[in-house]
């Protein structure tokens, strides 16, 4: 993507409003389809949804939507009333539309029909038709029934004298079928493409972020983020006042919770030297996720609620699409994750993922050699009728760095993407396992890689 952009045209489009027959239509479906099959534009699904969509609604007439503030909303999700000079996003990316398809008719080796030009200051697109310079004036002809009478293009070969044998009637016999399958063959072309384009026009508009959460973003109800919060104790004042070699030090709740008691290895201590501390507990990649979660969903306006603790229970999740965070410090996430092909495993006082069967793949956390964590792993599922009868997303890590980087997995377009890249085509319709993993340096979780993707 170009890091510059051109300059702000006006909000308006083309003044260009007369309409295209079957061929002509046909000839510029053809053009947009070969050019986002090749290489230049393969690579970015960003500019061929922006080619799609200007070109199709250019050839419907629908001029309206071509106008920057409607693409940012409509191809962008950009808010209504947002600051097209603050927000450059379409003209960014029109520049780099109109950078490809320079470079794609470069490296034509031979000329197309019509050519598909996006010019500097305009979003609707101009075809340059190289068949006949009256196919391009018939754009601007209100009548072109009326005007002109379209040829077929022939090879050269073809347009020769013919034959001494051959009368001038066989020859126009000849033209008249050779015209009336090329004209055949463009209209199914052109129904084709139609049909393509309405599928397209379902769900062009929406990311894969988008699709991976639409059964939240669809429900009438707000999403419920859930974050657990586990038991806390903490030494009493009692402990560090029998401990404490500066009399009254500790007195107050603010040093004996930053600062650690004077205690030796050997000394021993009861359990009422221990009080709980119920304002106290939530991990900080729990906290992390549940931040990016909820500001994911804020600025897609769909209601949310953060819930913590005790502040919910079965049966909210069971009339509220929810996301449960966190693992084995989350009770829900292991009940409703139990059996899975995924899962986490506590054995033998370790930790781990293992993935379901005999010969199941395992991933543990890992750690340097005094003991600072290194490595990390996480599993995101994804239940479209969990066991709560709602839609469920678990987001959670062997430790609080896994489910840090689970969080980010499924709040980025980018990761989300890469870790669907493999999957069925059909997965909006499924349940999802990704497995995650993060490379922990100085106790920061590093981005997610997927390491695995069970799709059912």
Not at 8 to 23: K, M, N, V, W, Y
Not at 56 to 73: A, C, Q
Not at 119 to 131: C, M, N, T
Request: hydrophobic share 35%.
């Amino acid at each position: 993507m170009g890091s510059t952009t051109e300059p702000i045209p006006r909000e308006q489009a083309s003044g260009d409003d007369s309409p295209f027959d079957t061929l002509q239509r046909a000839s510029v479906l053809q053009e947009l389809e070969a050019i986002l099959s090749s290489p230049f534009f393969q690579t970015s699904k960003r500019c061929k949804q922006f080619l799609t969509y200007v070109v199709h609604h250019r050839l419907e007439g629908n001029h309206d939507r071509l106008k920057e503030r409607t693409i940012g909303v409509e191809l962008f999700q950009r808010p209504p009333g947002y600051a097209t000079g603050d927000d450059p996003v379409v003209r960014v990316q029109a520049g780099e539309v109109r950078r490809r398809l320079e470079q794609y008719y470069h490296a034509a080796s031979s000329q197309a029909t019509v050519r598909i030009e996006l010019q500097v200051g305009s979003y609707a697109p101009k075809f340059r038709w190289a068949e006949s310079p009256q196919l391009e004036s018939l754009q601007n002809d209100p009548h072109p029934q009326d005007t002109l009478q379209l040829t077929p293009h022939l090879p050269e070969a073809s347009q020769t004298a013919p034959p001494v044998a051959e009368t001038t009637q066989q020859a126009r016999n000849r033209s008249r079928r050779r015209w009336a399958l090329q004209t055949a063959a463009l209209a199914v072309a052109a129904g084709l493409a139609l049909i393509g384009w309405n599928a397209y026009r379902a769900r062009a508009s929406k990311t894969v972020l988008e699709e991976f959460w639409s059964p939240a973003l669809t429900s009438s109800e707000p999403v419920l983020i859930c974050m657990a919060k586990p038991t806390v104790y903490l030494p009493s004042a009692k402990l560090y006042d029998r401990h404490s070699k500066t009399p009254g030090k500790f007195q107050n709740l603010f040093e004996r919770l930053t600062q650690p008691p004077a205690l030796q290895p050997t000394d021993k201590l009861v359990w009422g030297d221990m009080e709980q501390y119920r304002d106290y507990g939530l991990a900080t990649g729990d906290v992390y996720a549940a931040i990016r979660l909820s500001s994911l969903f804020g600025q897609s306006g769909k209601r949310n609620q953060v819930r913590i603790g005790d502040s919910y229970s079965f049966e909210d999740l069971r009339n509220f699409p929810a996301i449960v965070i966190g693992a084995f410090n989350n009770r829900w996430t292991m009940q409703m994750t139990s059996n899975l092909h995924f899962g986490f495993i506590e054995e033998d006082g370790e930790s781990f993922i293992r993935e379901q069967g005999l010969s199941g793949r395992q991933w543990h956390p890992k750690s340097g050699a005094n003991g600072t964590p290194t490595e990390d792993f996480g599993i995101v599922t994804r239940l479209l009728n969990s066991k709560t009868g709602q839609f469920v997303v678990a987001v959670a890590g062997v430790k609080s760095y896994g489910t840090q980087a689970a969080g980010e997995l499924v709040t980025s377009e980018e990761y989300l993407e890469k870790a669907l890249r493999t999957a069925p085509s059909d997965w909006r319709r499924k349940n999802i396992q990704i497995v995650v993993q993060t490379t922990v340096t100085d106790s920061i979780s590093g981005p997610p890689q997927t390491v695995a993707v069970y799709v059912w």
